[in-house]
């Protein structure tokens, strides 16, 4: 099975055009805001917007509430297990959520330096 | 904006006189799908930019699938957000020997790997000659640094008249 780089993508982005994403390989950068283990779905949330993800895949992972992540995975339509998304003041994709297939803890992260670097390599048509 | 590969039109003596020839040239994981072979080593020599000849790159990215055949060699796939290539780990005798030794990385750690190129089976991989994990904001900066060396790639010429 040939992987396809997960192109960086921000989570306002998803959660304006989620049905935009679908299918396509992408990763996002959040901070954790729950973690379900009987769903096996954590909640990314980064500013205004949150992302369920779907983490099956990733086997057995120590979740930290308030650690910032990186999920690499597919954006698919959601699947039929629901989980809890109201959070004040915070809009959440409905119509799509990531299927990780690699995580990363990646507190430290200048934020404001990654978005700039991610909107300059998309101005150079580089992602 | 793709980078436009022009072959070299120096002939094969004079590669050696352009310096990219001899570093590892950093690079995006997605320029690489576009590099052009250099004949006759259409293996481990190639064209990039203005004419350029190079041999190694260093690469920085995530890893997104590790693949171990037998004790002899370790497969990683890095992932930097354009592009996936597979680089090869060749295990010394020593760590053949003792398994346990071997520096192993896993799935989604992110590291600087600098190595040859090579094709095999139509593939182009890279064969690791040094590697080190590295922090996020590591591959931030290194996103920046190769955006800013792609232009000159892109404008400056290999010229043995300078």
Redesign the interface.
Known sequence: MD??????VFLEEIVAKGADFIGQSA?VTGTLHSYSPATESAVLVEGQSALVVDTRLLGVVKYHVGQTY?F?GVLSPPTAVSTDTNIDDVRCATDVQLHA????V?D???MV??RR?IM??RT???? | MNLQNIPCSRPQTEWGLDPMFWVSAKLFIGDLSRLVSAEPLSTTVFYIGNQHVIKAVELVGIIVSIERRALKMIYYQIDDGTGIISCVHFTTPAEQADPDAVECYSIGDSICVRGRLAVYRNQLEVIIRESEAVDPNYETLAWLERLSLRKFLATSPFDTKQ
């Open positions: 992987l396809v780089a997960g192109k960086p990763r990186q690499i297939r690699v995580s990363r990646v430290g992260l200048d330096v990654y670097a300059e390599l150079a048509d580089i992602l």
